[in-house]
């Protein structure tokens, strides 16, 4: 595996996807509710409005369960001291000891005390998860804190199992008292009947919800009738091996809108405690060096060439080559 680039390549910025509040490229702006008073309720449930809808509308009408939480993802540990001074010798030590005479914790002592450059200890770093020897970096971990996610995104997240541990918000024993839920971008530009039913649909459930915990029906029946669209809350703790792997595939453009860019901010939280390690998060075709997924064979995401592209190349020039010598 190649080492990402530090940054998306020049003029090819990674997608990003819509909450509902974000614009959509090639899509009209949304125009957000007036600004309330920090913490009023005006505040905490204002509502994407599509430009040009009457503030009269139901479709202007901010609703109780709409209020744009927004995903978030906040790194929980470690922070920046701890990486920069013990995770890349943790990996440096990892790696050398593979190769070495030398104990481990003498190795360690060598790369904290800055004796071994950091430099050097990023080189063999880099050559050594460039190689495939993953199980070096399985030793650094991050855990996160992630709010405002839908139980769509999650869904997708926990079935990523090895190296990774969740725990989230649970709807058997939290009664929540006012649900939100997510207006995708796509639906708040939907024709106003199909947007307004959308709307009266997940307000309708999560009302339900709510008189069903008021009649005495346990939370954990209760749930039943809430969507999808539901957002929830939960701490992830991932090494560093699975964080690479989840991340190539989540950041591909052919991820689901949600799960790619919670994998955008996830990635904008690793670079802020080190710009080193967050260079291995990209899309999986930048260390492939060619695109695998067969929803891209019409090119439309050009980050790299489509594998078809590649071999169709290859097969050019071994003929050509082929042609030359007389083959």
Not at 76 to 88: A, C, H, S, W
Not at 129 to 145: K, N
Request: glycine share 8%; aromatic share 8%; net charge neutral.
């Amino acid at each position: 595996m190649s080492a990402a680039p530090e940054a998306p390549p020049d003029g090819v910025p990674y997608p990003t996807g819509t909450m509902a509040n974000e614009p959509v490229p090639g899509r009209p702006a949304t125009t957000p509710a007036p600004s309330a008073a920090p913490g009023s309720s005006a505040a905490t449930e204002r509502a994407a409005i599509p430009a040009g809808t009457d503030a009269a509308s139901p479709a202007a009408r901010p609703t109780p369960h709409s209020r744009a939480l927004g995903l978030r993802a906040a790194l929980l540990f470690p922070d920046r001291d701890i990486v920069e001074r013990f995770y890349l010798p943790v990996v440096y030590t990892a790696c050398r000891t593979c190769y070495s005479e030398l104990e481990p914790d003498e190795i360690f002592r060598r790369a904290v005390s800055g004796r071994v450059a950091v430099e050097k200890q990023q080189e063999l770093a880099r050559r050594v998860i460039e190689s495939g020897h993953g199980s070096t970096i399985e030793h650094i971990v991050f855990t996160f804190g992630i709010s405002g996610a839908t139980r769509t995104l999650t869904h997708q997240l926990v079935r990523h199992r090895v190296g990774v541990a969740f725990d989230q918000q649970s709807q058997r024993y939290v009664n929540f008292r006012s649900p939100a839920y997510a207006v995708p971008a796509t639906l708040q530009e939907a024709p106003a009947d199909l947007r307004e039913r959308y709307v009266a649909g997940m307000d309708g459930a999560l009302e339900l919800y709510g008189e069903l915990l008021g009649a005495g029906v346990p939370g954990e029946d209760a749930r039943f009738v809430m969507p999808n669209a539901t957002r929830t809350n939960l701490v992830m703790t991932v090494n560093f091996r699975e964080l690479i792997h989840i991340s190539g595939l989540r950041l591909c453009t052919m991820a689901q809108w949600e799960i790619r860019r919670l994998f955008q901010l996830i990635r904008h939280e690793i670079f802020g405690v080190s710009p080193f390690l967050g260079s291995f998060l990209a899309p999986k075709c930048v260390p492939m060096g060619y695109c695998d997924e067969s929803g891209n064979r019409d090119g439309h995401c050009r980050i790299r060439p489509h594998r078809d592209e590649v071999l169709a190349a290859w097969a050019e020039k071994r003929d050509a080559a082929r042609r030359a010598a007389g083959g």
